[in-house]
Every structure is written in structure tokens, then in C-alpha cells.
T-cell receptor, first 115, second 114 residues
Framework: AQKVTQAQTEISVVEKEDVTLDCVYETRDTTYYLFWYKQPPSGELVFLIRRNSFDEQNEISGRYSWNFQKSTSSFNFTITASQVVDSAVYFCALIMDTGRRALTFGSGTRLQVQP | EAGVAQSPRYKIIEKRQSVAFWCNPISGHATLYWYQQILGQGPKLLIQFQNNGVVDDSQLPKDRFSAERLKGVDSTLKIQPAKLEDSAVYLC????????????FGSGTQLSVL
């Protein structure tokens, strides 16, 4: 069985601060995919990034960066110089390459960025 | 390209009533998913279709929930009778194929059961 844990329920920062959202996963598969989604107050899940288990290279996209470490089963997400528009709930999710190919989500981290 | 369409956006019913939600996936997407998202939790898969066949419904409470995708395109999810604990956002998602890892989500239907 697969599991995704987001231990941080809620984080509050002041604009321009950097913030890291933690994600730890469990899976028996050697091939899997990890995701981050953003859910703004409107409710729609917005895709941010996908990584496969063979690609441990860190990725940077603008103010967003992701740190994937198989040794610790973690896929952490950092927002640099946070903005008020970053306020949302962020979900980490996992799909295994075998068996049920549906996303397993963590419980989410609510990020509040104060002006 | 049009996204995943869901309706209604909001629904308020009393317990023991029935309710139905509708989803139209992205054109050409063979795989369709229904997720339930209870407040403060991550979405949980209810059912997954490949065309008009069910791939996984192991977490669907079949005594009260049902879903169909008769022509392999749009889908309806029904709850009959509703319970208070069914209050949640019901999200529909689609992907090109069951082996495709990229899911596209609709805006969801927010259900309140009073």
C-alpha cells in the first residue's frame, strides 16, 4: 500500500519569507510518480509538478523549487520570497506504476501568506 | 481546450435525500475519476473508469453511492440516501488513458448535508 504524509497542517508566513512544505511518502514500488498540487480557495486542484522515481534531480521553476530525496522518501516543496497569492492548500500526491493508477493524496498543508 | 466540467457547483440537501453530480471530462480522455474531499483532508478516490468500465471502486460505499459512465464520456455520481458525513467536495478528474499519470481536475461540487 502507498501512503503520503504531510505533517504540517498549517503554516503562516509574512510576505517575502521563504517557506518549505514537507512531504514524506511510502511505497513498495520502485517506479512511481510524485506530484504537488495547489488548491486555492476556488477549489480547483492546480497541477504544479510531477517527478518520476528515477529522476532525483532537483527542479526550480521561478520562485518554486522541489527537493526529491529517495534516501529519505521525501519530496519537499520550497517557495522563495512568498507572496499573498501563494496562500492556498498544497497537496503532495503519489501514483505507483503498478496496480491502481490513481493519485493517493496527503492531507495537505494550508499556507497563509500575510502581507 | 475545455477543462473538466462539473455541475452543480454547490448543493445543499437534507439527510436521507438523494443527490446526483455530473462530470464531463476533457474530450478524448478515456479515464475518469471521482474523488471525495472532506474538509481538512486530501481527496480520496471513490471510483475510476476506463471508458465505460470500472477499473477500481474498492473505496466506493456501494450501499449508498453509485456511479455510471454509460457512453464512456460523461459520468454521474449519485448518493442515495445521503448522510451527514457525506458533506464534502466531490471532484471529478480525467486523464488520456489509464496508464497516463497526468490527471486534470474539475472545480468540484460542494455538497452540504443538513
Amino acid at each position: 500500500a502507498q501512503k503520503v504524509t504531510q505533517a504540517q497542517t498549517e503554516i503562516s508566513v509574512v510576505e517575502k519569507e521563504d517557506v518549505t512544505l514537507d512531504c514524506v511518502y511510502e511505497t513498495r514500488d520502485t517506479t512511481y510518480y510524485l506530484f504537488w498540487y495547489k488548491q486555492p480557495p476556488s477549489g480547483e486542484l492546480v497541477f504544479l509538478i510531477r517527478r518520476n522515481s528515477f529522476d532525483e534531480q532537483n527542479e526550480i521553476s521561478g520562485r518554486y523549487s522541489w527537493n526529491f530525496q529517495k534516501s529519505t522518501s521525501s519530496f519537499n516543496f520550497t517557495i522563495t520570497a512568498s507572496q499573498v497569492v501563494d496562500s492556498a492548500v498544497y497537496f503532495c500526491a503519489l501514483i505507483m506504476d503498478t496496480g491502481r493508477r490513481a493519485l493517493t493524496f496527503g492531507s495537505g498543508t494550508r499556507l497563509q501568506v500575510q502581507p | 481546450e475545455a477543462g473538466v466540467a462539473q455541475s452543480p457547483r454547490y448543493k445543499i440537501i437534507e439527510k436521507r435525500q438523494s443527490v446526483a453530480f455530473w462530470c464531463n471530462p476533457i474530450s478524448g480522455h478515456a479515464t475518469l475519476y471521482w474523488y471525495q474531499q472532506i474538509l481538512g483532508q486530501g481527496p480520496k478516490l471513490l471510483i475510476q473508469f476506463q471508458n465505460n468500465g470500472v477499473v477500481d471502486d474498492s473505496q466506493l460505499p456501494k450501499d449508498r453511492f453509485s456511479a455510471e459512465r454509460l457512453k464512456g464520456v460523461d459520468s454521474t455520481l449519485k448518493i442515495q440516501p445521503a448522510k451527514l458525513e457525506d458533506s464534502a467536495v466531490y471532484l471529478c478528474a480525467s486523464s488520456l488513458e489509464v496508464v497516463d499519470v497526468e490527471l486534470f481536475f474539475g472545480s468540484g461540487t460542494q455538497l452540504s448535508v443538513l
